[in-house]
Every structure is written in C-alpha cells, then in structure tokens.
C-alpha cells in the first residue's frame, strides 16, 4: 500500500497549527516479472485508490515550502479501507498516519521517499512568464528533506543493499 502526505497545509480559522493532506492511498501492489537494474523487484497496481491520487500543488501565497513524504506499507490482507472514506476531500484534512498504523494493524513503512514543493516558486515562474514544464511544480524547487534528525552520511553501497531490501521485501 501506498500512502503520499502533504505535511505542510496551511492552518485554517485563525490557527497557527499546520494540517497534514492525505494526497494519495493506493492499494493491491504486486510483484511483477521485470526487474530494475537485474535486482530490484518493480510493483505495480492497476488500482487507484481507496484515496485517489492528488498532485502537489501548494499555494502561491504560502509562506513556506512543503515536505511530502510516500510510504510503502505491506498490505495487510485485512485491509478494510474503501474510496468512500476519502470521497469528499476535506476528509483528507488532518491524517494522523499514526492512527490509521494502529487501527488496521500497519507495521512500519518498508520504503519511502520524500521531497519539497515551494508554491512561491512556481507564483515567480508565472510573473516571468516561465514555463515550468512540469505541469506547474517548478524543477528547482526540490531540495534534501532532513528532517528532525538532521543529515546522516551513510555509504553509497549500504544505500543500494538498503534500497534493494525495500523493494525485494514485498
């Protein structure tokens, strides 16, 4: 199961905590046949939801950029999650991706990804007339995520055995 979050939604009525955005949920993830670079595993799914997919695309007017981070979960196979769960998009709003682990009984991510999306870049791009060629994400607004514990210098090969596991793990 896929999971993509927004973590940097704006507050709403006067409050100053940011929100998370559910952006995406996809479910029923196989192995296939084809491998990536003689090793890895690539999966694949024909479904698209229960939560389907929503591009980033953070306000022009935001006075930050923001983090999204896509997990990879093990489905269980008592999974019981269904796309009218996340029909109306403002039930989206505040997913605590903690609860939802507990209550359908996730264990931790076996994959994940992160970048950052700046609304403002792409407010600059407009204002020049610059096209981005991304549908609308400027390419230089990715930067590293380090999140709270900081920057880790690992080896190169370490990341590559990492990186195989994760997928290979399925």
């Keep these: 199961m896929f999971v993509m979050l927004d973590l940097d939604v704006p507050p709403q009525n006067g409050s100053t905590t940011r929100r998370v955005l559910l ?3 996809t479910t029923g993830f196989k192995a296939t046949q084809q ?21 980033p695309g953070p306000p022009a007017t935001d006075t ?23 029909a109306d998009v403002m039930g989206r709003f505040n997913f605590d ?38 549908g609308g994400i400027a390419r230089s607004t990715l930067v590293p995520f380090e999140g709270v514990a900081g920057r880790r210098e690992v ?3 370490l990341v590559g055995v990492l990186g195989g596991l994760a997928v290979l793990v399925v």
């Excluded at 491998?35 to 591009?55: D, K």
């Excluded at 981070?69 to 796309?83: G, K, Y």
């Design 23 to 25: 952006h995406a949920m």
């Design 35 to 55: 491998r990536i670079n003689g090793a890895a595993t690539l999966l694949a799914t024909t479904e698209t939801g229960p939560a389907t997919y929503i591009g």
């Design 64 to 86: 930050i950029a923001h983090r999204y981070v896509q997990l990879l979960f093990r489905q269980p196979t008592t999974l019981n999650v269904q796309a009218s769960d996340f």
């Design 97 to 134: 991706i903690t609860t939802f682990m507990a209550e359908n009984q996730l264990g931790a991510p076996i994959a994940g990804n992160f970048f950052q999306v700046d609304g403002r870049a792409n407010a600059t791009a407009a204002a020049s007339g610059t096209a981005t060629g991304s």
């Design 155 to 157: 080896a190169l090969g």
